[in-house]
């Protein structure tokens, strides 16, 4: 959503800059500015904050705006547009700024809407506990819904907290710990419970004023929140690596069609048995998938019924193109189907 948010800003921003330089390229470079706004951390920030406001974004949106206008002015003398003067500069800057401003807070606004609220679960106790607790009350755009409060002393020790924390990471999307003091055991324990549960944690750390560390990651009102990356990859990393996955299983499948019979058919006449190698292997969240490969081997049994080593099945085509990892490159139909995804 804040994609299209943002595709609609500059396209906004595009049509009048296309009105100055009286040519329609300004529209040929809008594919390029959403990846800038996701180098910026323009699509990260609301897959781990606690709250999604538009407004602590302004700086970071000023940025965007600017970076992408100087890359337009570089980029349009180079086609029939000619130069972007200073006065369009200027105004593709403004413009961009505030039309992302409103869209984006247009698009949050309807994700609040549409989108069910984030189940949450805290654990702590006295003042600061009373006091996150005031917060949530306070600040309804963060979108939450407590599911559940536990004293951290009724957490018990050993096996009984390890019980019990599971229990607690069980059915919601996020934990907040809110205490007095930090247990540094609780937070390993909790880290390694939501990293596997795919569960959310925050920390309200204790700390104020000059013994806080010089890194904040994040504050609400009063309260400096610590994030711990208990998630796997943002929804706009996994469309990225999705779009390079198919463009580039795509491209290599083109080029190598030539040869991918050629190797077929070396494997057909090299030795009896399939062309292709498969086996059910584990995919995503277990999925179970059939992968394929060319076929190096040949059958595990002599004539006589012996059988043979690894090393005696591996045929010499087969050693070559194992070298050459050729038995691999079925492997990119996978790919493009969304079973496998490349990683080297």
Same mark, same amino acid.
């Not at 804040?2 to 296309?18: C, E, F, G, N």
């Not at 972007?84 to 994700?111: D, E, F, M, N």
């Given at each position: ?49 606690? =709250? ?81 607790? =005031?917060?949530?009350?306070?600040? !309804? ?10 004293? &951290?002393?009724?957490? +018990?020790?050993? /096996? ?10 069980? +059915? ?18 909790? %880290?390694?419970?939501?990293?596997? !549960? ?20 994040? /504050? ?8 711990? %990356? ?11 690596? =999705?779009?390079?996955?198919?463009? &580039? ?30 086996? &059910? !292997? ?35 085509? +087969?050693?070559?193109?194992? %070298? ?21």
């Amino acid at each position: 959503m804040l994609a299209v948010a943002d595709l609609a800003a500059v396209t906004v921003a595009a049509a009048v800059t296309a009105a100055f330089v009286g040519s329609l390229w300004p529209f040929a470079f809008l594919p390029l500015w959403l990846p800038i706004a996701k180098f910026f951390g323009l699509y990260d920030r609301d897959h781990r904050a606690l =709250r999604h406001l538009t407004a602590d974004e302004v700086p970071v949106i000023i940025a965007w705006a600017a970076t992408i206008t100087a890359l337009l002015a570089l980029l349009l003398p180079l086609t029939s547009a000619g130069a972007l003067g200073t006065v369009a500069a200027v105004a593709h800057v403004a413009l961009v700024a505030l039309a992302a401003v409103i869209t984006r807070s247009l698009a949050r606004r309807l994700w609040w809407i549409w989108t069910p609220p984030e189940h949450v679960a805290m654990i702590g106790d006295g003042d600061a506990l009373e006091s996150m607790r =005031r917060k949530f009350g306070l600040f !309804r755009d963060m979108h939450f819904e407590l599911s559940s409060e536990r004293p &951290v002393d009724e957490l +018990g020790s050993g /096996q009984d907290r390890t019980r019990a924390l599971l229990e607690i990471a069980s +059915g919601v999307d996020r934990i907040v710990v809110a205490s007095g003091h930090v247990d540094t055991g609780l937070i390993s324990e909790l %880290n390694s419970i939501c990293r596997k !549960r795919q569960v959310k944690l925050s920390v309200v750390s204790p700390l104020r004023g000059r013994a806080l560390p010089s890194l904040q990651i994040a /504050q609400l009102a009063d309260l400096p929140i610590l994030e711990y %990356n208990t998630w796997d990859l943002s929804r706009s990393s996994l469309v990225i690596k =999705r779009t390079f996955d198919i463009c &580039v299983s795509v491209l290599g499948l083109l080029l190598l069609a030539p040869f991918l019979p050629i190797i077929a058919i070396a494997i057909k006449l090299d030795s009896p048995g399939p062309i292709f190698f498969s086996q &059910v !292997r584990a995919g995503l969240g277990g999925r179970p998938f059939r992968m394929y490969k060319f076929r190096t081997m040949r059958d595990a049994v002599r004539p006589d019924g012996k059988p043979l080593a690894d090393v005696e099945r591996l045929t010499p085509l +087969g050693r070559w193109i194992r %070298n050459s990892s050729l038995d691999e490159l079925p492997e990119l139909f996978s790919v493009l189907k969304g079973d496998m995804s490349l990683v080297g």
